[in-house]
């Protein structure tokens, strides 16, 4: 099976920090996902990527950016923090009509 | 504007019976229908995806349900464990320009008891 792994389960940052939230896939495949998840709403799509070097807006960018320098790694950078991005943050990676995620991160912005 | 609604928002059973969840959806135009099954902080994992010739699909205690005219799809779960306590996500994808979108749904939270 596919493995996706963020690095952290849980992160506390202030407002106005820098955040990185890191993901590694170990499967050599292109697509992956940022997703965000809040109580009452479904997954929403923050940014995606097929390619290294390529990123492509989801549904609600505004805030976010990514990075992808190498394949297996997908980067979520949050350039200043701000507390409505307290969230729970899943990495995804793609293999045909397959999503596979990783753990998840929460994020709490104080 | 497409949307995926699943009931009932929670639900709690008993330990052995068997329990429906319900997805119905608005996508067009539509490519496949996915559930996945969410621990308590843990990513989402895959159960089945459907395409819209298929009606129904198992893996194991779950069978999931697809009636592409009506747009509804539901996930039926027999002899429940305690494992299965977890949040069911229905996810539909539509085909698009751009590769498939995928809509998902708030999911059904399960609670499985003794």
């Known amino acids: 099976d596919v493995k996706v792994t963020q690095s952290s389960r849980y992160l506390v940052k202030r407002t106005g920090e820098k955040v990185f939230l890191e993901c590694v896939q170990d499967m050599d495949h292109e697509n992956m996902f940022w997703y965000r998840q809040d109580p009452g709403l479904g997954l929403r799509l923050i940014y995606f990527s097929y390619d290294v070097k390529m990123k492509e807006k989801g549904d609600i960018p505004e805030g976010y950016s990514v990075s992808r320098e190498k394949k297996e790694r997908f980067s979520l950078i949050l350039e200043s923090a701000s507390t409505n991005q307290t969230s729970m943050y899943l990495c995804?990676?793609?293999?045909?009509?397959?999503?596979?995620f990783g753990s998840g991160t929460q994020l709490s912005v104080l | 504007k497409n949307q995926v609604e699943q009931s009932p928002q929670s639900l709690i059973i008993l330990e052995g019976k068997n329990c429906t969840l319900q997805c119905n959806y608005t996508v067009s135009p539509f490519s496949n229908l996915r559930w996945y099954k969410q621990d308590t902080g843990r990513g989402p994992v895959s159960l089945t995806i459907m395409t819209f010739s298929e009606n129904t699909k198992s893996n194991g205690r779950y069978t999931a349900t697809l009636d592409a005219d009506t747009k509804q799809s539901s996930l039926h779960i027999t002899a429940s464990q305690l494992s299965d306590s977890a949040s069911y996500i229905c996810?539909?994808?539509?085909?698009?320009?751009?590769?498939?979108?995928?809509?998902f749904g708030t999911g059904t939270q399960l609670k499985v008891e003794l």
């Open positions: 996810v539909v994808s539509a085909l698009t320009g751009g590769g498939n979108k995928l809509t």
């Open positions: 995804a990676g793609g293999l045909g009509e397959k999503l596979f």
